[in-house]
């Protein structure tokens, strides 16, 4: 019993911390990280603010936490699409299409990503380095798309990689804009996939 307490006792923590990192996600994108509150988070977990902070000692780590788990999730689908013989960009429309059945996530990107943008914030260095790393891995794929013919050897993939990232900003922005009217929101998924076809005639 001695060796399975702590087995245990290490599950059950996983799974509160967890429980943290979602009611974060879910406040930071209602009111934005800067207005949000641990003890509001913890009142919403069902913990007490000593037992939060046990998990996570400061607000920056706690959002980093939930940064990083994000990115975590994103990655092993992607991985998983890939492996299933999906292209890139294919399965870069596939992560938008489940996006938007997460629209707290979206929320919660599109307002960090303009807060940090002041230098001091916390997530500053995050969202630089996720940007150069997105506009890093697009860039690579725009470039053997050029190797192989089928885009224009002349295309500049740097800045055509960040036309990408900047229409995926943007169909977000719109795509929360029209949260009142459901019906007629933009299916970002589908704009995507639309442009990428326009650029290259790529399969997605």
Do not use: C
Request: glycine share 6%; charged share 25%; no cysteine.
């Amino acid at each position: 019993m001695s060796e399975v307490a702590p087995v245990r006792g290490y599950a059950k923590g996983r799974r509160k911390r967890l429980e943290i990192i979602e009611a974060a996600t879910g406040l930071f994108g209602e009111v934005g990280y800067r207005a949000a509150s641990l003890r509001e988070i913890s009142s919403r977990v069902g913990i007490s603010h000593p037992g939060l902070l046990h998990h996570f000692p400061t607000k920056e780590t706690l959002l980093a936490a939930v940064l990083e788990h994000r990115d975590e999730l994103d990655e092993v689908r992607l991985a998983e699409d890939r492996s299933e013989g999906v292209g890139f960009f294919a399965a870069l429309v596939q992560m938008v299409q489940r996006n938007q059945s997460q629209p707290g996530m979206i929320e919660l990107y599109a307002m960090l990503s303009i807060e940090a943008t002041v230098p001091d914030h916390p997530a500053h260095a995050y969202f630089q380095q996720r940007y150069q790393s997105l506009i890093e891995r697009i860039s690579e794929e725009l470039a053997r798309m050029v190797d192989d013919d089928r885009l224009p050897a002349s295309t500049d993939v740097g800045a055509t990689a960040r036309s990408i990232v900047a229409l995926m900003d943007g169909l977000q922005v719109q795509w929360l804009m029209d949260r009142d009217r459901p019906d007629e929101r933009v299916d970002m998924a589908a704009a995507l996939r639309a442009h990428l076809w326009l650029l290259g005639r790529v399969e997605v």
